[in-house]
């Protein structure tokens, strides 16, 4: 598919193309500080949108900037017992198993907190008592457009798991003290040392 915003409209304005009007919940930028000249969406899947900006640069050239958007997501730094609560799964884009922070999309009028206790009901069995928001990010700035919130959560209570249809999990604990070590052993990813760092810069590790 192909839509694109030309110079007959505001083309900083997402809002206009069907892509970005569907009611999903999307990571939408904020004002351009460089002239937009067009805007093209080449692939809507459905679960992320791709496409380009063509920009015009302080010196009079033009380029195109590829970008590929996703829904924002939250990420849970959950804590009970003095054991930071993970997620085991398989993740077939890099091939190999990791030991991971729950984390899910967040849904059209929710908040990152409202997310973050939903998934970790979802994928853990366990809903949280209180949530709080450490920091929201964007992420991978060079070619995304994709926000994320750092949750932590504690007052644990057990609840039925609800999976997706393409979540295979196995919750883990770890105790706090160990949870940064074990959470940089190879393989392991941005968001669940991210998450466990804005906790612990927050004194809650």
């Not at 804590?79 to 091939?95: H, I």
């Not at 409202?114 to 709080?132: D, K």
């Not at 007052?155 to 070590?181: I, K």
């Amino acid at each position: 598919m192909s839509d694109d915003l030309d110079d007959c409209d505001d083309p900083a304005d997402l809002a206009d193309l069907p892509a970005f009007d569907d009611g999903r919940n999307h990571s939408l930028p904020g004002e351009p500080e460089w002239p937009v000249r067009e805007v093209v969406v080449e692939y809507d899947e459905g679960w992320f949108v791709g496409g380009y900006d063509r920009v015009e640069q302080p010196d009079g050239t033009e380029k195109k900037y590829y970008w590929a958007e996703l829904s924002p997501a939250t990420v849970v730094i959950a804590v009970a017992d003095d054991r930071v609560l993970f997620v085991e799964q398989y993740r077939p884009t890099v091939r190999n198993t990791q030991l991971e922070l729950p984390a899910g999309i967040v849904e059209s009028g929710e908040s990152y907190t409202a997310a973050a206790a939903r998934e970790l009901a979802e994928e853990t069995g366990f809903a949280p008592s209180s949530t709080s928001l450490l920091q929201e990010v964007w992420c991978s700035t060079g070619v995304l457009r994709h926000t994320r919130g750092y949750v932590f959560a504690e007052g644990l209570e057990p609840v039925d798991v609800d999976h997706d249809s393409n979540e295979f999990l196995v919750p883990r604990t770890v105790p706090v003290d160990e949870a940064l070590a074990v959470a940089r052993e190879p393989p392991t990813n941005d968001a669940t040392l991210e998450g466990l760092l804005l906790a612990r810069e927050e004194g809650l590790l």
